[in-house]
Every structure is written in structure tokens, then in C-alpha cells.
């Protein structure tokens, strides 16, 4: 029993910082229901009901917007996701100590480029007249326009999704290999497995807790989309493909100060997260995992 | 070594301290403590002060009022920085005689509006604000946050009154003073053409003076010199490129439209306009615009290519300017032209906004708002301003053939002044002065420019210009304006990437586009505003 | 440790030393344009023919940044700061990690449907601020410290591989009459260095790049770190307010953009090679590390 009570005792300081610091502010979100006046606060604004869900619903751009995060996210999820575990696997596989050291030095570099940055490198590689349609006119193919036709646009998105992220989301899985028990692998060797049915049968299912726990926090940002990437990347040829809730926020309300319109969209996307959440935990743990809830 | 050493012990240490002891010195600063280290550097001026402080005043309460300045990551020596340096200490020697202390809040450059807006919200936010945004003062004003400085006003210097009537009326909103313009004693051309005299020359044309000249001119050098762009252009949102061009199609004669439509970015949507992107769209299809040009969203071709000597003329762009250090060719000439007469014959193009800026007083500073007027009234004094702007004639600046001068920034570091001082000057962006010296200046800046070409350029520039018809009030539908202003440059873009016999399809479309984005609203407003209230 | 089983996929390692050179190639081209941008000089940036080698070579990009007594204050203060939240951060981690890691834990799933609801729901910035403001954090180095304390992302994962650790060790620590408070310091922590150190990593990134809170909670020139200081410059110089002040500027920004992400990667770069060996190392199932 006192065993019990140290283990709630760790959880106090948490608890409390997670009640203090998110929960705490999220009265704010009433906004969303509101004339914001930031001079006379947020309780004192008047209540408009569903004014400013109406207003976005209404807008064209955001139903657009709406189905340009979804496909874009859709996209990182069964494209970007499965990079890294590819990634850390084979790593994981791979004898040359040096090597393998370099090579994930250097891929976890991008992760600190900023996106300015990042979207300059694109435009420069994929430009009518960048690296890769000189080498494609080389070959008497192109000039292509990657970053100009909505469709290419979105492969070029994903792929400046894995150039950036990949090597960083690999340490997680990383991390989670380094924690596998040599034990498992020395018999799997003597029972006569290979390469490919050790990763089968002693990396994989030994990672999968990891993967399980990632899937899930990523279905659950199905709506949500970094501003600056689509933004920056964008250009007025692929707005139609480009656009997406962020930017329509952006645009709409928050480069006019309208906080009140912001929160409202944000609540929305918010709603919409917690019920994929809590689909995607609940269909994990009836396959018998644990789920992060 | 040992002593580098020691200095990063020292250095350590006091981050220690920074982690461990900070929230207990967060409101430490220096009063009237300050008056006695200056006084050896600030000269004669500064001892008379300092005996005003001494004997005459003392007055019986120092009240302490917050003023926003920008913080720009500036460079202080040691014990100084950008709240406490030569010229803060040298502002409160000035003004405790009057029993104002003022403090300096450091807010961001970039984003400095949304970093206002939090602290407005928590009313944390400074007794004397500045922004560049008007939209901002008018919203915080319908939202009844700022003070009304109309009672205030006959405290002001009476010269910065009289001098700049049309830029405090327009300060005004629905008849309240709610922010106190920061003007230009001279302004000039908000839109400028550059163009390659040379190229012009060696195929043996004359400067062009009207757009069907310039027609003619560009469509040469496409033929003459395959690899120079004609037309510099890209894909960035902004309306500089083509403003320009598209008013050479439109009129001012009409008074209404002029208020309906010049405010913003509407003005390029003046009837009229259609014509003009329609040539746009053209100049794309004949290669006279490069193709790609929407897709150089942040100058970066459009800049190589100016900066090797690739463009034949631009609009909005200075970079050909630049261009005299880095293009090989000695012959590169290029040079401002006014080039694209409006329909009604004029040169004249909108110019850069009248105000620099608006300083405006939130309403959690009404307690002190004495002490706050009594600031703003001393920085309204032409005197009080030079000095402020120029870090203290005498101190930061010295008196050459009658106009002061900065001193070297390394200089200013040394002695503890910011070199940054004119963000304090809030009232007087310039002076009239310095109008004089504006070759000398631009020639300062850019050295590989020829004396002839920066002559008719700053002679350019500061000639021929209007001002827009703006409305001194806030609308309702002045929260769409942000996005609108977006979605106009996106349109004109658009429009011009038309493929060809497209033209009307694509324009029709994009043109809906604005409408469902209240488009329509805002015009209609703004004509109901005019009928209301100026005929 | 894998390497006996392997000797006879020579193929393999050949395929995979090749596509790592692909990768390498791929992500160093980009960065090493960067890092020769930030020497180069102006006239050449402005051409736009830097490839991976500096054009007219200068460093005065970083002698501009050096100094700047105040960066360089900032440096340090930045690294302390950076080192104490991580510790921080990642202590209050691994206090809620292990608890939640417990299967039997009563009231588990309503902790952890608590912390989860805080990664997808957030009140936006004004109520932020109001609280940081309310809370007297405001200008406080506390208020960079404390608002970031637990990342609900970290905390998952971290309770994902707490939840890995097999549980006959702890059976026998009870036995011996361990206590949690044991068993979490003799257990779980020797046994989960790797990812420990992993999201202490997470927590340093975050710390050493992190600027909007900075710009939001702190306007005190003390209290700026170093990447928001750079970040000030760097704005000063793209976005002069003045058309005269954009005539004497005398230093491209683009190298001093530059410059900053360089400033960001170096310290990251540093770092990672003593997490790093950690990933190498497997684990045994008596708990004794190798």
C-alpha cells in the first residue's frame, strides 16, 4: 500500500502542472463563443452564440482548407510516418559503427533548418531551372514545373517532410532499439533466423509499443497543420492545393487580431482531434495494445 | 588565458545567479542616480539641466510613466543597454525637471503589433505605444482602449501642430484624437521605375515616356538580348510590382471613387484596371515577364537576376540599384524613369503614406496621463526631437556645415549611446533639412552609383506623388481588410498566369473570389461613408 | 553487438553503405551551401553563385554576431538555461512516466486522458499570457522554465518504454523489499538511459530554438537567449523601417541568416554524439549496464 501512495505522490507535481498550465487557461476558449474586446476582457465581451463557426463554415476557403489539411496530413501519415522506423531499422542492421554514426548525424540535421530556409532549398532544387530539371534536360526531359503544378506540389510537400523530419523522428525509434534485449536476438540466432526474420520477429514486435503510441498521437492531428510549411512552400498557382486551415486562420483572423475567430476554428480543430484520438486508442487497445489513454 | 578564463567564471556565474535570484531584482532601475555619470559626457547643456534639477525643481512628485521602444538586438557596452543608456539618462535629465521619469519597455521590431496586442490585453502594455498599422489604432479606438488626446492637444508644441493640420486630422477617428501622427517633414513616390538606359541607347531608342513607348522598348530588348527579362516580376504578395503599371490605365478625375477605392490595395481595381492585366497576362505569354515568375515567392530570382544585370525594367525593386557593384558590364546603366502617365496624363503616383507611423496612448494610462502629455508635448519640439533622433547633438552627433551628424556606430557603443536613437524620436519621423542631403546620403549607402543617376533619382522620387483619399474613420468592414489586401495582390498574380485566350475565364473567376471575401462590402462602405459625409 | 551474426551479408552492408552516402549527400548539399553562405560575402550571395564552397570568403558575419557583447552573454546564459530546463524537464517526465507505466496503477486512464486532451487542445496565446502575467512569472527566467515543464508528447513515449521494462525485475526489487521510489532509481532510470536521454535531447532542441516565449514573456535584454537575440538582429537588418536605412546597410543579411542556423545546428551537433552512444548499446536482462 505504501507503495501505492509513493507512486500517486510522483504524480502530484505533474498533475498539477498539467491543471495549472493547460487546463487552467483553457477557460479562454469561451472566446470562442464571443465578441472579443481585448480592452474589456474576456469575460466582459458579449456572448455571439455560433457567430464565428457560421462565418467559417460558410467561407468556401475553409472547406477547402479543410480538405487540403486532410489530404496533406493523410499523405504524412502513410508516406512521412513509416520513414523513420524504416530508417532506424536498417540503422539498426548495419555493422559499419562509423558509418552508421555519420549517417545518422547527418540526417537529424535538417530538423534545425528554418522552414525560410527549407522552402528557399526547395525552390532553388525543384525550379524551372534549378538542379533537378538540369538534369532532367539532360536527359531532354522537361523543363518540369514541380513547384508550380498543385499535383507535383504535393509530393514535393511530403517529400520536404521526410528530408526534414525523418532523421529526427528516427532517435525515438532509435531509442526504442537500443532498449531491446540482446538476449532475444542471440536466440533468434541460434534458432537459425536471418536478417530479415530477426527484424520480422525480435525488432518489430519489440518496437511496436513505440509505433502503436506514435500512430495514435498522429491520427489525432489529422486537422492540425504547421503554419509555415504550406505557407512558405506555397505559391498563388497551387493555392488550391496549398491552402489549409492554419493559413486560412492566419489570413482571416489573426492577421486582423481577431483572436476570438482564431480560437473558434482552433476549438473546432480541437473537437475533431480528441474524437480521432480516442477512436484510434480505442481501436488499439481492442487489438490488445495499450493504447496512451 | 588565465584572465579569459576568469571573465567566463565571471560570466558563468552570473547566469547563475540570472537562474536562481532573478524574480526578486525584476523592477530594479535607476532614478535620479543616473544625472551625475552623464554630466562629463553631455557638456555645458547637461550642467544647466543638472542645476535645474538641483535647485529649481525637486519637484514634489516624480511620476513614472512606460514608453514602448523597438528592440532591435542593438549592441551596448558594458553597464549600458537599450533601457538604460546616454540617451535615456540624457531624456530623464530633461524631463524629471518636470516630474516625469520615463521608463523604456522593450518590444520586438518583427511582430511588434501582436507582442502589443498581449500586453494590451493583460494591460500590461506602455503609456506611449507607436505602430505602423492604422487599422490597429482604428480598432482599438471603436474598442474604446485609447485615450482621446483631443483635450491634450493645445499642450503640444504649437509648430508641430500648425505644420502637419492634415496629418493630426487624419489621425482623428469619428472625431477622437486616439494617436498622434509621427510625420514626414517631406515625403515622396510610394511606387518607382528603373529601367536600362544602356540597352535602350545601343538599340538605338529613345527613353520611353509613355506606356505604348515602354510597350515598344520591352518588346525590343526581348528581341535584342535573348537572355535579359524584360519586365522584372515574381510571386510575392505584396502590390509593389504592378501597381504601377495598372494605374497608367486608371483615373483620379472622379472624387468619390477615389475615396472608395484608394485606401488599400483596392485602388489597382479602379474601372479601368482590366486592360492593364490584360497587357500583364500578355507580357507573360510573349516571355516579356519571365514564366516562372509566380513561383519566385520571396524575390530571390528576381534579386539574382537584378543583381546580375538580367532585367531590362522593374517596378518597386531598387535591387538594379545595387546592381552598380556587383554587374560586370561597364556600360550598366540603370536608372529611375517615370514612364507610365495615369489616364489622365499625369505622372503623379500614390506615395509613401503620408505618416510614418501613429503613437497612440491606451487607456490603462489614464492616471498618469498627465505626465504622459507632458512627454509627448516635449518630443512634439523640434529641438527636443533633433536631439533625440541624433543621440544628442553635441554627444552622439556632431554639427557639420550646419546639420548634425551621426557619429560612427562603434563610437556610439563606446560612450554607451544606442545607436538606434531615432526609435525614440516618435512625432518627427524627419526634418526638413535633411531633405538637402538626401544624395549625399543615398550616395553614402551605395557608393558605385553614379552621381547623375542619384540625382534624378532622389529628384524622382520626391516629385510628382499624391496623396490617397483616405477615410478618417473606422468602418465595419475594415476586419476584412487584411485578408482582402492578400487576396488582391494573389489576383492580380493570378490573373497575369492566365493561359492563353483564358484571360476573361480566369479573371472572372478570381474576380468572385474577392466578392465572397466582402470585396463588394468594403467598397459599398466606404461609398456609403463618402455620400455621408462629404458631399 | 550484432555484428557477429552478420559477417557473411557483405551485399547488404555494400547496398547500405551506398544509400547512407545517398542520404548523406542529399541532406549535406543544403546545409554546406548554408554554412558556406555564412562566409561569403555579399556581392556573391546577391549573384546567386555560391554552391558548397564560400565565395569571396569573409567571416564578418560572425564577427558582427561575436561582437555583440550582449550575444555573447546570451551564449552562455543560454546554455545553463538550457541544461536546466532539460534536467528539469526531464525529472518531471520520468516523475509521471513511472507511476503512469504501471499497469495496475488505480486511475490511470483518467491521468493519462488528462495529460492526452492537453497535447490536442490548447487556449491559445492571450489566456497564456494572462496566466503567465497572473502567476508573476512574467520576466522571470522562470517564466521560460516552467510553462514548457512537461510536454505530453515526451511523456508518452517515455511512458511507453517505462512500460517495456520487464516486469519480473520488479517483482524481485518488491521482494527485496524495494520501494518505488527504488525500484524507479535502480530500475527504470539504469535501464532506460537511452530514451531518457533521448527526450532530454527533445527538451535541449526545444529549449536552445524556442523563441516565441521569449518574445512573449520576457522583454528584459538579460533574460534574451541566445537564438532570440539573434533572431532580433536578424529582423533589424531584413526589415529596416526607414528606405535610408536600407541604403547603409553594408552587410547582406543573407550570410548572417545564415550564420544563426548554423549558431542553432553546432551545440546540437555536439551534443548528440554522447546520446548517440547510448543507441548502441543493448541491454541485458539482469539490469547491469555494458
Redesign the interface.
Known sequence: MKRRASLYLMLVLPMLYFIVFAYLPMGGIVVAFKDYNIFGGIWDSPWVGLKHFKEAFAAKEFQTAIKNTIILNLGELFINFPFPIVLAIFLNEMTHERMKKTTQTILYLPHFLSMVVVAGIVYQVFGSSGIVNNVLGAFDIGPVNFVGDPKKWRAIYWGTGIWMGAGYGMIVYLAAMAGINVELYDAAYIDGAGRWKRIWHVTLPQIRPTIVTMTIMNVGKILSIGFERPYLMGNVLVQDVSSVISTYVYSVGLQAGRYDFATAIGLFQSVVALIMVLAANWTARKLGEEGIM | MKKHFSRMCALAMAAVLLLTGCSSKTDQKETTTAAATTSAAAGTETTTAQADTSAAAKPEKIVDINVMVYDRGDEYSAGNSLTDNELTRWINEQMEPQGVHVNFVPVPRSGADNQVNLMLAAGTAPDIIRTYDRQRVATYGSQGGLVDLTPYMDQLDPAYLSENQDAIGFTQFDGKQYALPGVYAYHGKGHDAYIRQDLIEKMGMKMPTTREELIEVLYAMKENYPDITPMGFSGKITDGMYTNFLLSYVSRANERDNYIYEPTFTTVLKPGHKEGLKQLNQFVLDGIISPDYAVDTDNTKLNQDLANGKIGFVISNAGGMDAYSTVEDPDYRMVEVETLPNADGSYEVPSQDPLSHYVYVPKTAEDRIDAVVKYLAWLSNEENAMNVKYAVIGVGSDMVDGAPVMKQKQELIDMGMTYSSNDSNLLRANFAFEKDLLVRNYKAGKPDVPEDVAEDLIRIQYSNYYDKCLIPAALETDQYVPNLQSLICEFVLKVMAAPEGKFDEVYDKEYQILVENHLQDVLDERAAWYDANMK | ???V??KK?SI??VV??I??CL??V???I??L??VATSFSGK?AI???IVGIFPVEFTTEAYEMVF???????SL??S???TV?YALLATF??I??A???S??D??GR?V?????????????????????I?NL?L?????ALV??G??S??N???LR??F??I?KALYEAA?MDGC???GC?FRITIP??L??I??IM?FYA?SRW?GVTDV??YV??????TLQY????????L??P??P?E????QITPENV?SST?VF??VP??LI??F??K????????GGVKE
Open positions: 553487438m550484432n555484428s551474426y552478420d551479408w547488404y552492408q547500405m553503405i544509400v547512407c542520404a548523406i542529399i541532406t549535406l543544403p546545409i551551401n548554408i556581392n546577391a549573384k546567386g561582437k555583440n557583447s550582449g550575444i555573447v552573454r552562455f546564459y546554455i545553463f538555461l536546466g518531471m517526465t516523475l509521471a513511472y507511476p503512469l504501471k499497469t496503477l488505480k486512464h491521468f493519462q486522458t488528462i495529460i492526452t486532451v492537453t497535447m490536442y487542445v490548447s487556449a491559445g496565446t492571450v489566456p497564456a499570457y494572462l496566466l502575467k508573476g512574467m520576466n522571470t527566467v522562470w516552467i510553462p515543464m512537461i505530453p508528447f511523456l508518452i513515449i511507453t518504454f512500460a517495456g520487464n518488491y520501494g518505488e521510489w524507479l535501464l532506460s537511452p530514451s536521454f533521448t535531447l532542441i530554438n518574445l512573449y522583454n528584459k535584454p538579460d533574460l534574451y537575440q539573434l533572431k532580433l538582429m536578424l529582423d533589424s531584413t526589415i523601417y526607414k535610408e536600407m541604403a547603409t546597410m541568416k542556423i542553432a545546428m546540437m551537433l548528440y554524439p546520446v548517440q547510448y543507441f548502441t548499446k543493448g541491454v541485458t536482462i
